[in-house]
């Protein structure tokens, strides 16, 4: 794999089953790892970038458009499961928001 990610989003529909998926204009680099309930998208930089590439943050938030979020850059990310989505940006680490805000409070699921 060359380290872009082919990204498919939701088309409009009513019905989960019922949605179709539509490709995304371009290729992403790095691989998708987590989609957020508001269709931002979280992606991990690939391993080998091009010589020619802008470096890029371990992580980062990226639109359902494939663009990347203003500021969505993160130091780390870790899904800890029902949800709750654990990350560290600029040194300081939170929980993301399904809208892709950082909340300062830490916490982990009991149980789903």
């Known amino acids: 794999m060359d380290g872009k990610a082919q990204v498919y989003r939701k088309a409009q529909g009513t019905q989960p089953q019922r949605l179709k998926l539509e ?9 998708l790892v987590y989609q957020l309930d508001s269709g931002l ?15 890029l943050p371990p992580y980062r938030l990226v639109t359902p458009e494939g663009q990347d979020v203003p500021g969505g850059g993160l ?5 800890l499961g029902c ?13 993301l928001r399904g809208d892709g805000s950082l909340s300062p409070e830490l916490r982990r699921p009991y149980s789903c």
């Open 23 to 31: 490709r995304v204009d371009g290729d992403i680099a790095g691989e």
């Open 83 to 95: 949800g709750f989505l654990q990350v560290r940006r600029d040194g300081k680490a939170g929980m």
């Open 41 to 55: 998208m979280v992606f991990k930089a690939p391993d080998k970038a091009a010589p020619d590439a802008p470096a």
């Open 75 to 79: 130091d780390a990310f870790q899904d």
